[in-house]
């Protein structure tokens, strides 16, 4: 059995969200008087799941199940109201609002990406290059990223988050708008990933990409973990479930 990358371990996450005011003026003046209403979501419940070095995971649920919330909590990007991450290193976290310099054209948001992770200025125009020739974006190289549809935004986020191979990745829906040429390029590279003894979760409304993708699959509901497993079981054994009925069919 190979070594852990990952672990959750009764992991919750707990947080506020303040409600409207009330309607009316006499309750507008009673609310004025107190504190402001608000309302505490268990958006995740005791999760636990190990994920080990060269695994590809989906995790898959319903809309609001706390799938994007626990990868947050992966990412050390939420605070945890209970429970505890343990990784072998830290988790990086891509998805369709990933961070990238609007102002900045692809080849520039690229540069800046490279250097952020220590590449050497010597190495840099060849590495740049490269990872336009991945994008698929040289025609559109010195194009302000604001011009890119979502798609190319995609691409080139996908690319600079994975310019270093991380050991752990965390890819929340980042793959959904890329066309099939790109999505096959991106899969390999995930390939490379675990290959290398890392480690990729994935978020997906898409079943047919989390089964194509994913050797495993963890099922969500409303915050607890209720199934983990094969992908072609869990994935079967979810749209049989009325839960599925709120999520974007695949593909």
Request: hydrophobic content about 40%; proline content about 4%; some cysteine.
């Amino acid at each position: 059995m190979k070594p852990l990358a990952l672990s959750a371990r009764d992991v919750s996450i707990t947080y506020r969200t303040y409600l409207d005011p009330p309607q009316g003026l006499r309750n507008r003046l009673k609310s004025r008087s107190g504190s402001r209403r608000y309302r505490d979501i268990n958006a995740v419940t005791n999760a636990s799941f190990d994920i080990r070095e060269g695994e590809s995971v989906g995790i898959i649920g319903h809309n609001g199940a706390g799938k994007s919330t626990v990868l947050l909590g992966l990412a050390g990007l939420l605070e945890l109201t209970g429970g505890e991450v343990l990784a072998k290193s830290r988790p990086a976290l891509l998805g369709v609002g990933a961070v990238l310099n609007p102002a900045l054209s692809g080849r520039r948001n690229i540069e800046m990406g490279c250097l952020a992770l220590g590449i050497p200025k010597a190495d840099l125009k060849g590495r740049v290059e490269q990872l336009l020739d991945f994008t698929g974006l040289q025609e559109f190289a010195d194009v302000p990223l604001r011009a890119y549809s979502s798609g190319m935004k995609a691409r080139l986020a996908f690319t600079v988050a994975t310019t270093a191979v991380p050991d752990i990745l965390l890819i929340d829906e980042a793959l959904a708008v890329g066309d099939k040429d790109f999505y096959e390029r991106a899969v390999q590279r995930l390939d490379e990933i675990r290959s290398g003894a890392g480690c990729v979760v994935v978020v997906s409304h898409n079943m047919s990409e989390v089964k194509r993708m994913c050797d495993r699959v963890i099922w969500m509901d409303h915050g607890t973990v209720i199934a983990d497993g094969g992908s072609a079981g869990v994935v079967a054994e979810y749209q049989a479930s009325s839960a599925s009925l709120s999520a974007t069919p695949s593909n």
